[in-house]
């Protein structure tokens, strides 16, 4: 399956493009967090202590497409939470259909298929206990 999904450069970008824009988000806020300079006199005239890059990052970000359709920027946080809860569901349905495959891999020896070694109940089974 990681073979397949490595191949099929369109599917890899479509799995991969939400924890991209999550670990992006996080390195973002990580790095203004690192560069933050309290301001202790509260100069008018003082220039902040930030980077145009990664400030152009993380507007960037802001045009993020949340699975309802929405942009991040224009999402409230009922939107966000939706679009959290989304991802998480589908996370845990796709990890436990990993286990299933690999154990249903782990049944199969070289040389032969699946519908050779495992019949359809059995493979209820397995996706019941993955």
């Known amino acids: 399956m990681e073979a397949r999904v490595r191949d099929n450069k369109a599917l890899l970008a479509q799995l991969v493009a939400p924890y991209l824009a999550d670990a992006c988000w996080k390195a973002v ?7 933050k300079v309290p301001d202790m006199d509260d100069d008018p005239y003082e220039a902040p202590d930030t ?46 259909r990993g286990r299933w495959l690999s154990a249903v891999a782990a049944l199969v020896p070289r040389g032969k298929t699946a519908g050779d070694i495992v019949d ?6 397995m996706m019941i206990q993955a």
């Not at 359809?120 to 089974?125: A, N, R, S």
Request: proline share 3%.
């Open 29 to 35: 806020n990580r790095r203004l967090e690192e560069t």
């Open 120 to 125: 359809g109940p059995t493979l209820v089974e």
């Open 51 to 96: 980077s145009g890059r990664l400030h152009a990052l993380a507007e960037s970000l802001l045009d993020f497409k949340l699975p309802s359709g929405i942009l991040l920027r224009d999402a409230f946080a009922q939107d966000i939470r939706d679009a959290a809860q989304w991802y998480t569901s589908r996370a845990f349905a796709l990890a436990k």
